[in-house]
């Protein structure tokens, strides 16, 4: 079946520096991904999104970035602030079942002052 | 802004109890799911409903229920709570096309002692 996971569980930066948040794929079909801030105690906060028409996308202080070729989806964290400390995770989306996200079990970012 | 509010913050029931959440978007989604989240297990799907009285089961549907009477509102229902139930509780909601992001509530602690 599908899946979706990261490849790192825990990330320690230092404030300032940028962070790269991992996650790969499985199922070629996927064309939409997402990438989740959570909180500790809160719930997901949508951060940023991608279509698989595009393999760059840009917000403020985030960029995914999509390789269909390898099935890997990135988040970047530029000039991280210890506010970005939380649970990262990314989730899949396909046409051909569209009412079916898959969920990475996450990343935990710690922001060193 | 989207919002889904979950009406129970932080619930404590005792075993064999029977147990709401609930669960209201203010976007007209069509799509609402029901998720728990569980350390190292990720978010699973419990049910979804992609229309007013319409529901799939999800996943993990053992032990739940759910309600869907009008459009904007979602009910999980626990028909005789269990320890193995205590968990973080996620209601979301998303528009019924590929390509849209789902939206989470802020989630729904609950403790089955």
């Known amino acids: 079946g599908e899946s979706v996971g990261l490849h790192l569980p825990t990330l320690s930066v230092q404030e300032g520096d940028n962070s790269i948040i991992n996650c790969a794929y499985s199922n070629s079909a996927s064309d939409y991904f997402i990438w989740y801030k959570q909180e500790s105690g809160k719930g997901p906060q949508f951060i940023i999104d991608i279509r698989s028409n595009m393999d760059k996308r840009q917000g403020q202080r985030v960029t995914v970035l999509l390789n269909k070729t390898v099935k890997h989806l990135s988040l970047q964290i530029a000039a991280t602030q210890p506010g970005d400390s939380a649970v990262y995770f990314c989730a899949e989306n396909s046409q051909d079942n569209f009412n079916k996200f898959y969920f990475g079990s996450g990343t935990k970012l710690n922001v060193k002052p | 802004d989207v919002k889904v509010t979950q009406s129970s913050r932080y619930l404590v029931k005792r075993t064999g109890e029977k147990v709401f959440l609930e669960c209201v978007q203010d976007?007209?989604?069509?799509?609402m799911f029901w998720y728990r989240q569980d350390p190292g297990l990720g978010l699973r799907l419990i049910y979804f409903?992609?229309?007013?009285?319409?529901?799939e089961k999800g996943d993990i549907p053992e032990g739940y229920s759910v309600s869907r009477e009008k459009k904007e509102r979602f009910s999980l229902i626990l028909e005789s709570a269990s320890t193995n139930q205590t968990s973080m509780y996620l209601c979301a909601s998303s528009f019924r096309t590929a390509g849209n992001t789902i939206y989470f509530g802020e989630g729904s602690w609950l403790t089955v002692v």
């Open positions: 409903s992609y229309d007013v009285k319409m529901k």
């Open positions: 976007m007209d989604h069509e799509n």
